[in-house]
């Protein structure tokens, strides 16, 4: 990191990876701030990361609170879309609703947030964007139509930003997620064994590897998964 005291945002705050991010950005010397609909930050995120409540789909709303944080914290230079809902479902029992929520909230929102943050990071010849997928970014599963759509749409979207910027100083990622993250409530809603999923701030080191690649040597996309996944 060449910047002083550099900001990062994460679009969609929460628990789980978003909120390891968040504590491992504040640990390397950033300013975090984060986006979720509530603005009140997770208690493992860390002490000092600020949380800003917007509608990641709201495009005033996205304007004001990056109006925000350019007045408080200064001009980012990362930002992390972790923004995404999901639908499990036959295809014809989901409404044309969901379909439009969730590509609202992955799609739309790194639209939105993107094209706050990318006339700084351009202005200033340097600044990286990383968008998470998932399995279902690569693989439409029978029963995950809305939300692979979804997931399928922002990949698109890194792969445009990546080739459009990627000369002008700006590293876009996308990062393929292909399993379950690991949390308490997995467990429990799930059955599963902790070596079985991912674990979130394993995965918030591979972010932050990413960000700190030179220009010489960048990846425009990852895939992370445990040992046993079958791929």
């Known amino acids: 990191m060449t910047d002083p005291t550099p900001v990062a945002v994460i679009g969609g705050l929460g628990t789980g990876l978003s909120a390891h991010l968040a504590a491992r950005l504040a640990a390397r010397g950033y300013r975090v701030a984060g986006l979720s609909r509530r603005g009140t930050p997770p208690p493992a995120a860390a002490p000092d990361c600020r949380s800003y409540a917007c509608d990641i789909a709201d495009a005033a709303a996205v304007a004001a609170a990056f109006a925000a944080i350019r007045t408080e914290l200064g001009a980012p230079s990362l930002y992390i879309h972790n923004a995404s809902q999901r639908v499990i479902g036959d295809f014809l029992e989901t409404a044309p609703e969901d379909f439009e929520r969730l590509w609202r909230t992955a799609c739309l929102g790194a639209v939105l947030c993107a094209q706050q943050v990318l006339p700084d990071m351009l202005a200033a010849g340097r600044g990286t964007l990383i968008f998470t997928g998932a399995t279902g970014s ?3 599963g029978a029963r995950f139509s ?8 922002v990949r698109a979207l890194a792969q445009s930003l990546a080739r459009a910027y990627g000369a002008r100083g700006i590293h876009v990622a996308h990062v393929v997620i292909d ?23 394993a995965i918030a080191d591979a972010y932050l590897a990413l960000a700190d690649q030179p220009p010489s040597c960048w990846s425009h996309e990852i895939d992370l998964r445990v040992a046993k996944e079958s791929f």
Do not use: N, T, Y
Request: aromatic fraction near 8%; charged fraction near 25%; include cysteine.
């Open 146 to 153: 809305a939300f692979a759509s979804s997931k399928f749409a």
């Open 179 to 201: 399993g379950i993250i690991w949390s308490d409530s997995v467990a429990e809603r799930h059955g599963m064994a902790q070596e079985d999923c991912l674990d979130p701030g």
């Open 138 to 140: 690569l693989r439409g």
